[in-house]
């Protein structure tokens, strides 16, 4: 038998398998054989040999021994729609890094200007809380204070219950 199908863990150029993931990823026994899952024995799932990661398409993952984790258990790997979003986060820091965008500290409206105040019936004021689909908008978002998020959040409700204010798109 060769070392791929024996579940050997080598360093060989054309060694395809991984280092075995999960609760038995640290321990120092002797290295595991090939799983058999109800689809019957790992050498049965085709080119890849099956092993313990299912990546479809993606081939063989690069070795992760590169990098000092700690103490912290190794990852899952990633889904489709977490790559997704870890490569738009990655281009969107990349490109405030080079056009030199800095985020400027939101400042909430109430504390700024204090004679603002939050009311029921300033309808006006309180559609610029709220989104196009009728939600109330985040302190994140806004820049709204603690302190004055939860009135005005209160008051929003108020004005719905009146029907100042929609409580879902259709209602504009």
């Known amino acids: 038998m060769s070392e ?15 280092p075995p993931r999960g609760p038995a990823a640290g321990s120092d026994g ?9 689809s019957g024995p790992a050498s ?5 040999g099956g092993g313990g990661y299912s990546g479809g398409d993606r081939g ?6 590169d990098r000092d984790r700690g103490d912290r258990p190794p990852r899952a790997p990633l889904t489709v729609k977490g790559r997704l979003r870890a490569a738009a986060r990655k281009k969107a820091r990349k490109q405030a890094k080079r056009k030199g965008m800095f985020q400027r500290r939101k400042v909430c409206r109430f504390c700024a200007d204090k004679n603002l105040t939050i009311s029921y ?11 196009e689909t009728g939600k ?11 302190k004055h998020q939860r009135p005005l ?5 108020r004005a719905r219950q009146l029907a100042m204010l929609p409580y879902a798109p259709s209602h504009f």
């Open 136 to 146: 109330m908008t985040p302190r994140r978002i806004s820049g709204t204070c603690a």
């Open 121 to 131: 019936k300033d309808v006006k004021t309180l559609r610029l809380f709220i989104t």
């Open 153 to 157: 959040a209160q008051e929003i409700k």
């Open 30 to 38: 002797p290295p595991r054989g090939p799983r058999s899952g109800p």
């Open 60 to 65: 063989p993952r690069p070795p992760r021994d």
């Open 44 to 48: 049965d799932r085709g080119p890849g």
């Open 4 to 18: 791929e199908t024996t579940g050997s863990t080598g360093t060989g150029p054309s060694e395809t398998r991984q």
